[in-house]
């Protein structure tokens, strides 16, 4: 199979990538690459010289705070940076994914939602500060995307979202504490836990699957 995959330089497109291309071959697109998916010209020329059987969107501008650094509220945020996020995580993935759908008859599409896409991302884990609401905005608006561009590309193309927790990577040990003591399953996901539900989505066994967003969260939203 041929699978391309979108950010597959950050964190979980890493392990992704390198889990899937053990039996596919795999397309990397990443800003690192230099690939700029919020170009419509790069986008539509890359779609149309390299047709794929799926694609799974990792990429999105997430809202990381230097270690040391103190995260910003909600008073603070300029409005600037709601233009990006928006632009990153809607209107690019809404580009990536027209042009796949365009340039194919067939195929499985993946995008990476959040499980602050489900639920408001907690005020009381930032130490005073807060999570980028448009991340949240952005992530809750991939689901609703997701639904969009399933029915309006069925029945040959399935479009799915994953909703991932929150991924143990550099935090501060403070940090995935209270993370986990707020979690079912009381710790943070492992950032190859991913992989094969990505596979299962790509692959004729999820073929009556779409429209569909799969939480994996160790039960956080289901509190």
Same mark, same amino acid.
């Given at each position: 199979?041929?699978?391309?995959?979108?950010?597959?330089?950050?964190?979980?497109?890493?392990?992704?990538?390198?889990?899937?291309? +053990?039996?596919?071959?795999?397309?990397?697109? *990443?800003?690192?690459?230099?690939?700029?998916?919020?170009?419509?010209?790069?986008?539509?020329?890359? &779609?149309?010289? !390299?047709?794929? *059987?799926?694609?799974? !969107?990792?990429?999105?501008?997430? *809202?990381?705070?230097?270690?040391?650094?103190?995260?910003?509220?909600?008073?603070?945020?300029?409005?600037?940076?709601? !233009?990006?996020?928006?632009?990153?995580?809607?209107?690019?993935?809404?580009?990536?994914?027209?042009? &796949?759908? $365009?340039?194919? +008859?067939?195929?499985?599409?993946?995008? &990476?939602?959040?499980?602050?896409?489900?639920?408001?991302? $907690?005020?009381?884990?930032?130490?005073?500060?807060?999570?980028?609401?448009?991340?949240?905005?952005?992530?809750?608006?991939?689901?609703?995307?997701?639904?969009?561009?399933?029915?309006?590309?069925?029945?040959?193309? $399935?479009?799915?979202?994953?909703?991932?927790?929150?991924?143990?990577? *550099?935090?501060?040990?403070? &940090?995935?504490?209270?993370?986990?003591?707020?979690?079912?399953?009381?710790?943070?996901?492992? +950032?190859?836990?991913?992989?094969?539900?990505?596979?299962?989505?790509?692959?004729?066994?999820?073929?009556?699957?779409?429209?569909?967003?799969?939480?994996?969260?160790?039960?956080?939203?289901?509190?």
């Amino acid at each position: 199979m041929k699978i391309a995959i979108t950010g597959s330089e950050g964190l979980l497109g890493t392990e992704i990538s390198n889990f899937l291309e +053990k039996n596919n071959q795999i397309f990397r697109l *990443d800003l690192n690459l230099g690939h700029d998916l919020t170009d419509e010209t790069f986008v539509k020329k890359w &779609f149309k010289e !390299n047709q794929v *059987d799926a694609l799974v !969107n990792c990429f999105a501008l997430n *809202d990381h705070v230097e270690k040391g650094k103190k995260r910003e509220t909600l008073f603070d945020i300029h409005l600037e940076s709601f !233009n990006k996020f928006l632009e990153v995580n809607i209107i690019s993935l809404f580009s990536v994914c027209r042009e &796949f759908a $365009r340039n194919n +008859k067939s195929g499985s599409i993946i995008n &990476f939602s959040a499980t602050t896409g489900i639920v408001s991302a $907690r005020p009381d884990i930032y130490d005073g500060g807060h999570k980028h609401p448009a991340y949240s905005i952005s992530k809750a608006g991939v689901i609703n995307l997701t639904k969009f561009l399933s029915t309006h590309f069925a029945p040959n193309i $399935r479009v799915n979202s994953i909703a991932p927790g929150g991924v143990e990577y *550099d935090q501060e040990q403070s &940090f995935i504490n209270k993370y986990a003591s707020m979690t079912p399953m009381k710790r943070m996901m492992q +950032k190859d836990e991913l992989n094969k539900l990505v596979e299962f989505l790509c692959g004729s066994g999820s073929s009556y699957i779409t429209g569909s967003t799969i939480v994996v969260d160790g039960g956080w939203t289901s509190w």
